[in-house]
């Protein structure tokens, strides 16, 4: 039988939050999703205008269910006032439900969710119930008294998710449940964030406390993107619902919501979603460009490599077409505080000169599936040459016949051609010396991001 989850929570007409995200991030994970809605909101991604609890309603809604299937996972969002709070409460208790809470009472555009002071209530009445809690640093802030909103020491972030951690657990849950607090999107330095998660989970043959560190970059978003935390606690209720282990399910839900957060749907009025109908193979290709640039950036002597007209690496679909199949760095990398730093987010469409370069490389090869401009140095090309297995290939730009100078955005197919028609292939490098006008460059052509860090480790190491 296919795995099924509930969902408790507010309705959001522009389905990026709420009931609809979460239902949208089971269905991506393979869990049939039910439903109980405790709000009908009035809202966009950008501006929250008011709701209407269903409290009269919801114990009607959950009857039906509980009723007729075997739910055992609830993911509760929203609870809007004391008698939803109450109803929930009932259903977990006379159910045994494993419950994963977002404790969310503010939406993220700064509006009240629920009524005055029913946060000390659900702290009270339900924390104790909850197997899981996933509040985002606002609210684990409020709750353990703590303020970690701002850089922190990861020290003072444990200090509060362990003060959280213990409000879930009771007497009943020691040496017999899992529970887990995890604290999202904490402010690690100006470019890094943690999500830190807090256990109390069975280690071999005993109960023990531990702290995991989920590491990330912060991305260079304008605006907010709405429903972020709707779909990470969703996605740890449909993993439980799968019958993972608590840690597991909840490593997974992580790497669900990394791969997520790489697409957006930008919306007309603004304002964005998280694109949670991106194909695989596009989520494949994002993460690879993902997993090249985390190894540049990372490392100082990259900066050298960094061309005036900046870097950039393309990544393309296994049968790319068009320049919207090949997935770029939007802004290009430059140098920040000594490292390689990109300027916007990976994206599908947002490179051309790379894009290019792809697609006329694919026409003769199409295992060829990723690029990097690198800055080109004359007395680079013999060490390169001398001390690596790299194949090397010079273009000179003065060759390139009349109608190819004077032809918009042909140069990169010439280059390509003019390289498969010289020597049967396309080499790991291709480089030139640059014209008027014109930035010397050398291009490193790859497979896939496994190959392409390891060539450019060659690279590095050679100069």
Avoid at 334 to 351: L, Q, R, T, Y
Avoid at 369 to 377: M, T
Wanted: charge should be negative.
């Amino acid at each position: 039988m296919k795995p099924i989850c509930l969902t408790i929570a507010g309705s959001d007409p522009t389905s990026g939050a709420g009931i609809q995200a979460d239902i949208r991030t089971f269905d991506r994970i393979g869990v049939h999703p039910f439903s109980a809605i405790t709000a009908l909101t009035y809202q966009t991604a950008t501006e929250f205008i008011g709701y209407t609890s269903l409290s009269n309603s919801l114990d009607q809604q959950l009857e039906v269910l509980f009723e007729a299937y075997p739910i055992k996972v609830i993911k509760v969002g929203m609870i809007p006032d004391n008698k939803v709070l109450e109803i929930i409460n009932h259903y977990i208790k006379t159910y045994s439900l494993d419950v994963v809470l977002d404790p969310v009472s503010i939406s993220s555009v700064g509006n009240r969710l629920s009524s005055e002071g029913l946060e000390l209530e659900m702290k009270r009445d339900l924390f104790p119930l909850v197997k899981i809690l996933t509040p985002n640093i606002y609210e684990a802030s409020f709750y353990s008294n703590i303020d970690i909103s701002s850089f922190q020491n990861i020290e003072l972030a444990e200090k509060a998710g362990n003060i959280l951690l213990d409000m879930i657990i009771t007497q009943e849950d020691l040496l017999k449940n899992e529970k887990a607090v995890i604290i999202k999107s904490i402010p690690k330095n100006e470019h890094d964030l943690i999500d830190l998660a807090c256990l109390y989970h069975k280690i071999e043959s005993n109960y023990e406390k531990s702290i995991y560190i989920f590491n990330k970059r912060k991305l260079n978003l304008e605006g907010n993107i709405h429903g972020t935390g709707c779909v990470f606690s969703s996605a740890i209720a449909a993993y439980l619902a799968k019958k993972f282990s608590l840690l597991k399910a909840i490593e997974m839900a992580e790497t669900f919501f990394d791969e997520k957060f790489q697409g957006f749907i930008e919306l007309p009025s603004g304002g964005s979603l998280l694109d949670l109908t991106r194909s695989n193979d596009k989520i494949n290709v994002i993460n690879q460009v993902k997993e090249i640039y985390n190894y540049i950036s990372n490392k100082k002597e990259f900066c050298k490599l960094i061309p005036e007209v900046r870097m950039n690496i393309s990544g393309a679909l296994p049968n790319a077409k068009n320049k919207q199949e090949i997935a770029g760095i939007d802004g290009r990398i430059s140098i920040v505080n000594d490292f390689p730093h990109k300027c916007g987010e990976i994206k599908f469409g947002a490179s051309d000169h790379t894009a290019r370069l792809i697609l006329t490389a694919k026409e003769f090869d199409n295992t060829i599936n990723f690029v990097i401009n690198l800055k080109f140095e004359q007395k680079w090309i013999p060490l390169i040459s001398s001390h690596t297995d790299l194949k090397l290939q010079e273009i000179i730009r003065e060759e390139q016949p009349d109608k190819v100078k004077n032809k918009e955005f042909s140069t990169m197919q010439w280059l390509i051609k003019n390289s498969v028609e010289k020597y049967g292939t396309i080499p790991d490098i291709i480089w030139d010396s640059g014209s008027v006008g014109k930035e010397p460059i050398i291009r490193l052509f790859g497979r896939d991001s496994k190959e392409m860090i390891e060539k450019l480790g060659k690279i590095i190491t050679a100069i």
